[in-house]
């Protein structure tokens, strides 16, 4: 019998997770957009990532049949921007952040890194579909990364922070 879907969603809100903006542009030209934090490395050899989609979002479609997205890792200031992006039925692209960068895809030069894919799978998740993305180019920047932890923005503290502290 499955954990009740409370308790799941209980349990994985203390897990932190990286914050990210995923983008695409289909075939007439139109940028797409999600917020995710289920993202993650899958393999060094070849390199693969997976990102999981809602397959109730109006950008699944998009993504599931482009042959190239970029995953946008956001900095630590950059909470407003994982907002927009989150929120449906807005131009999630007003803000002007996005440009074009690896392959042309629209990204997010200030983020953490950038992961630019090609579409190496989409698996069933339940309600959630898994794309799974080959990286052929990234960007990586000094920044702090934004995470989700216990339902909100954070930013991790550095290392040293964490020793001085034990």
Not at 5 to 11: H, I, Y
Not at 25 to 52: E, Y
Not at 133 to 161: I, M, N, Q, S, W
Request: glycine share 8%; charged share 20%.
């Amino acid at each position: 019998m499955p954990a009740p879907a409370t308790d799941f969603t209980l349990a994985l809100s203390r897990v932190p997770s990286p914050v990210t903006v995923v983008t695409t542009t289909d075939a007439t030209g139109r940028h797409w957009g999600f917020t995710a934090s289920s993202f993650s490395s899958l393999s060094l050899d070849p390199p693969l990532i997976l990102v999981c989609p809602a397959k109730s979002a109006g950008s699944h479609r998009a993504f599931v049949t482009a042959d190239r997205f970029m995953v946008n890792v956001l900095a630590a200031d950059q909470a407003d921007i994982a907002a927009r992006f989150a929120r449906a039925g807005t131009d999630k692209f007003a803000g002007g952040e996005m440009v074009p960068c690896e392959f042309g895809l629209p990204g997010l030069p200030s983020a953490v890194a950038r992961l630019a894919c090609t579409r190496y799978d989409v698996l069933d998740g339940g309600d959630h579909s898994i794309l799974v993305g080959h990286v052929d180019a990234t960007g990586v920047t000094a920044r702090a990364p934004l995470v989700y932890h216990d339902r909100d923005f954070a930013r991790p503290a550095p290392a040293k922070e964490l020793t001085a502290a034990l």
